[in-house]
């Protein structure tokens, strides 16, 4: 059985008196430690099949099941990170992370040593009684990670989490990612528009396409092609990606990976 | 370089009230005005420092602030829950906000001639007329605090299982901090200028009385001495909610 099943999801909007239909017809498994990202242009529903996972929107038609039990709401089994922080910007970086263990059974001590932990992790012990407002950017997010991760959930999402950083935090903290989901066995899934970012995380790729969105494609990424970004394999999988995307690259168009490389 | 910055904004602050005070003394020392109508500052201050010593100003003011106490105190608490239950139940708020929004446009002193008719002319009055003057923005600006907390929050609130106690204390309420003290502090100054306005009509003590008091006897000295004194409360007042205010809101970092 699979560990996350999204079987057969319809989601509709009405948008100013208009029907909009934002999923159709997605079906998608994810196994226990698997990290998949969905790929898409902006429209393409992403977003929307997150809300569903979570548990704060439902289907119109479909399930998501988790274990084959469908998701009736919100649960600390389901970590989330949203694009922007969404820290509680009147607590400082460990209360933030602390306010994810309120519906936690772990004593307080036990709490507190949590927390550190996952401070620690995201490397901003030093920060932890800073307020959101004094942190950049990329340390607001990387707390926002760690209050994802505090409850050891099975599942992380991560909705473009790294799609308002400058591109150099950008790929420090895609590094850092790999290392902090691996590090944790959790089972991850990403929603990106960055397709180097899918191919540098992910095991399983999702391609969507957008009006109404759709599963297109889905491949797997050679754990060897990961490794390296200026590979040709690493390339190869990114073309062919962008290219059911609706992106040319030169690459694609010449079809000589080693001469590109 | 802070004290510096300090420094520029207390003159910066200082320079307009100097600005008139020397327009003033112009004004009396060159006779544009009749003395009657607008006395020199001297005059003023020799007042003001008579009746600071006589008792009366201290007894005035000490009348006039436990007025605003009791009626502030009362609006403030109504005005807290009741925008707090308008500000987050939907269903309250169609039942109630339209009532109260029509309610709110009835210049205060129109309810004057209904509130004497209902409770006389005592106390109770002055109580009443004070605390709907510092209801009406308390309830205004709560109720709209608590409508505009970042949807983005509550959802992390779902998402971390926040029972409504939680939601409450650690998003909701925060979130409504700015605005609860902006309506506490509109609330307090309509107070202190409730108290003024309902001593010059109905009372025989307090700082309005000593006003009226003042101008049927043309001492106009007097009038303007109680004038000096209403602002310098008022100011105080309202630097002393601000104060509370900039403690619970030590998060909102800003730049040095």
């Not at chain 1, 709490?111 to 401070?119: D, F, K, P």
């Not at chain 2, 210049?107 to 002055?126: H, N, R």
């Amino acid at each position: 059985m699979p560990a996350l099943q999204i079987a057969g999801v319809d989601r509709t909007f009405h948008v100013a008196g208009k029907l909009v239909p934002a999923l159709r017809d997605i079906s998608l498994s994810l196994r226990d430690g698997e990290f998949v990202a969905i790929v898409g242009a902006s429209g393409c529903g992403k977003s929307t099949l997150l809300r569903l996972i979570l548990g704060l929107d439902r289907p119109d038609k479909g399930e998501v099941r988790i274990d084959g039990q469908p998701v009736r709401g919100p649960g600390l089994d389901r970590g989330i990170v949203f694009q922007e922080h969404r820290l509680l910007p009147w607590l400082t970086a460990e209360t933030n992370v602390a306010a994810a263990l309120r519906r936690s059974d772990l004593p307080a001590a036990q709490r507190r040593q949590r927390v550190a932990e996952y401070l620690d992790l995201v490397g901003l012990t030093a920060f932890a009684k800073a307020w959101p407002a004094q942190l950049s950017g990329g340390m607001a997010q990387r707390v926002a990670i760690a209050r994802a991760l505090v409850n050891r959930p099975r599942f992380l999402l991560l909705d473009e989490p790294l799609g308002a950083l400058d591109a150099l935090t950008r790929l420090r903290l895609q590094a850092e990612l790999a290392r902090i989901v691996r590090h944790g066995g959790t089972t991850a899934l990403l929603v990106t528009h960055d397709v180097d970012e899918a191919v540098f995380l992910a095991d399983r790729l999702v391609v969507m396409q957008p009006h109404p969105g759709r599963i297109s494609d889905v491949l797997t990424v050679d754990p060897a092609a990961r490794r390296d970004r200026s590979s040709s394999a690493f390339l190869r999988v990114r073309d062919k990606v962008l290219g059911m995307l609706g992106v040319e690259t030169e690459a694609v168009r010449v079809g000589n990976y080693e001469t590109a490389a | 370089m802070k004290l510096h910055h300090g420094a520029v904004r207390v003159v910066a602050g200082i320079a307009v009230p100097l600005l008139l005070l020397g327009a003033w003394s112009l004004t009396a020392r060159e006779g544009w005005l009749p003395d009657q109508i607008l006395p020199a500052p001297g005059v003023v201050r020799a007042t003001l420092k008579e009746f600071i010593a006589s008792g009366e100003l201290l007894d005035a003011t000490l009348i006039s602030l436990e007025r605003v106490a009791k009626g502030f105190a009362a609006g403030a608490v109504t005005g807290l829950a009741f925008g707090a239950a308008i500000g987050l139940s939907p269903r309250l708020n169609r039942l109630f906000g339209p009532t109260f929004l029509g309610l709110a446009q009835v210049p205060l002193l129109a309810w004057m001639p209904v509130m004497i008719l209902l409770v006389g002319i005592d106390e109770g009055l002055k109580v009443i007329l004070i605390g709907i003057a510092s209801f009406i923005p308390v309830v205004l600006n709560v109720a709209q605090g608590f409508r505009d907390v970042p949807p983005a929050l509550r959802e992390v609130g779902a998402v971390l299982l926040f029972d409504p106690w939680s939601m409450l204390t650690q998003i909701v309420l925060p979130a409504a901090v700015p605005s609860v003290f902006t309506g506490l502090r509109e609330g307090l100054a309509n107070a202190w200028q409730t108290v003024i306005a309902v001593e010059l009509f109905a009372s025989s003590e307090g700082l309005g009385y000593l006003m009226s008091w003042g101008r049927q006897l043309f001492q106009l000295d007097l009038v303007l001495a109680v004038v000096v004194v209403l602002g310098v409360i008022g100011f105080a007042l309202n630097w002393g909610l601000a104060r509370v205010e900039g403690r619970l809101g030590r998060w909102q970092v800003r730049p040095a």
